[in-house]
Each structure stands twice: as structure tokens, then as C-alpha cells.
């Protein structure tokens, strides 16, 4: 149980167009989802926190007009890349809290890594 | 602020040896205590939390309050253990995990 999907696995992409990526919690409901990035050998940075029916919340430093978050359900959040730029290349990894679960466990899909050329 | 050390980027052990990884972490209020592991090509994956004071894969962790400490340790380490293993204090309120900079356990034959 408890196992987080992505899609897609891997992306490469122009310069300037937008990218979405899709977490999916498959077995159960997941209230709030959390987006992160990580760079080569090194940990993870916290994105955004997703919570199913309202605006995502953003860490610092990161823009939200840039990583735009959508968390239509309790089993589908989404993140899109917009006017992605190399910069943005990275490795996109989402995490999935279940509703009835107590304390902060997540369980982590298995990461998009997003290449702009 | 809050934050996790992890000190050391990378361990090396032999086979059959003990080992620690530590962790030390400066956190408002009482978070719960994780450590998660990513062998190669895998996702990231729960191995253990302070709460269950259990032991997965041979693997233990103590908390310690008064030194705000977590380190990971095993008796006897093997290769299937080499795998990067990050430390995460979270938030039951928020469900936030802050996540340390992860250390390598390499585990040579």
C-alpha cells in the first residue's frame, strides 16, 4: 500500500514552453502532497505544499507564478514548469501524506527529472 | 531556524562492520523524528521513525532530546545497506519534513 505515481518519468523540453508533472497517490487519499527538488548528490529542497481543494503554500525563495500547483483531488496534484528555462533543469520528486494518517510520514514517488535545452 | 546536520557526506565501512550515521537537528517545538533511505535507482523510502522505537533492516535510532540528536546505527553493516540515508525531523501540524543533507553509506565487500 501507499505507493505514489509520477508522470512522466523523464522530460526534455525548449527553452520557454511549459512542462506539467503529475503526482498521483494510487491506494490512498491524500489531503496534502508536497513538492520538492533535488539537485545531483545533494538533498531535498521543499517546493510548495499542496492541500486538495485550496492554493498551495510556497517555501521561500521559490515563485509560485513559476511553479504553478493545482491539487484538484485527493489523489491527483499537480506541478507545471512554466517558461521553463535550464535553469529549471532538476529533479522533481512528490510526496503524498495520507488524509487519515496522524503526523508527518510521507510516502515519495519516484522522482521526474525535467532537462530544458 | 529549523535545521538537520548531517556531518558526514559520505562513510565507507567493510562488510560485517558497525555503523552510525549521525544526525543533529534544531527544531521548534517536538517534531517527530524519520530517517529515510534511497538505494540506487529507488525511490525515496521510510526505514524508520523515533516514535515505533523499532528496529528495521538491523537498523536502530535513539533520540536523544537534550543533545537533539537521531543518529542511525547498525551492529553489523552489509552491502545491500549502502544507500544514501537522509534524516528528517517533521511537523505533525503542518506535516513538513525538513530533510538533512544525506549521508552515503558505501559498505565494501
Known amino acids: 500500500g501507499a505507493v505514489v505515481s509520477q508522470h512522466p518519468s523523464r522530460v526534455i523540453c525548449k527553452s520557454g514552453t511549459s512542462v506539467k508533472i503529475e503526482c498521483r497517490s494510487l491506494?490512498?487519499?491524500?489531503?496534502?502532497m508536497f513538492w520538492y527538488r533535488q539537485f545531483p548528490k545533494q538533498s531535498l529542497m521543499l517546493m510548495a505544499t499542496s492541500n486538495e481543494g485550496s492554493k498551495a503554500t510556497y517555501e521561500q525563495g521559490v515563485e509560485k507564478d513559476k511553479f504553478l500547483i493545482n491539487h484538484a483531488s485527493l489523489t491527483l496534484s499537480t506541478l507545471t514548469v512554466t517558461s521553463a528555462h535550464p535553469e529549471d533543469s532538476s529533479f522533481y520528486i512528490c510526496?503524498?501524506?495520507?488524509?487519515?494518517?496522524?503526523?508527518?510520514?510521507?510516502?515519495f514517488g519516484p522522482g521526474t527529472r525535467l532537462t530544458v535545452l | 531556524a529549523q535545521r538537520v546536520t548531517q556531518p558526514e557526506k559520505l562513510l565507507s565501512v567493510f562488510k560485517g562492520a558497525p555503523v552510525e550515521l549521525k544526525c543533529n537537528y534544531s527544531?521548534?517545538?517536538?517534531?517527530?523524528l524519520f530517517w529515510y533511505v534511497q538505494y540506487s535507482r529507488q525511490r525515496l523510502q521510510l526505514l524508520l521513525r523515533h516514535i515505533s522505537r523499532e528496529s528495521i533492516k538491523g537498523f536502530t535510532a535513539d533520540l536523544n532530546k537534550g543533545e537533539t540528536s537521531f543518529h542511525l546505527k547498525k551492529p553489523f553493516a552489509q552491502e545491500e545497506d549502502s544507500a544514501m540515508y537522509y534524516c528528517a525531523p517533521g511537523s505533525s501540524n503542518t506535516g513538513k519534513l525538513i530533510f538533512g543533507q544525506g549521508t552515503t553509506l558505501q559498505v565494501k565487500p
Open positions: 510526496s503524498a501524506k495520507a488524509q487519515l494518517a496522524g503526523g508527518p510520514e510521507q510516502f
Open positions: 491506494d490512498f487519499q491524500a489531503t496534502t
Open positions: 527544531y521548534s517545538g517536538s517534531p517527530e
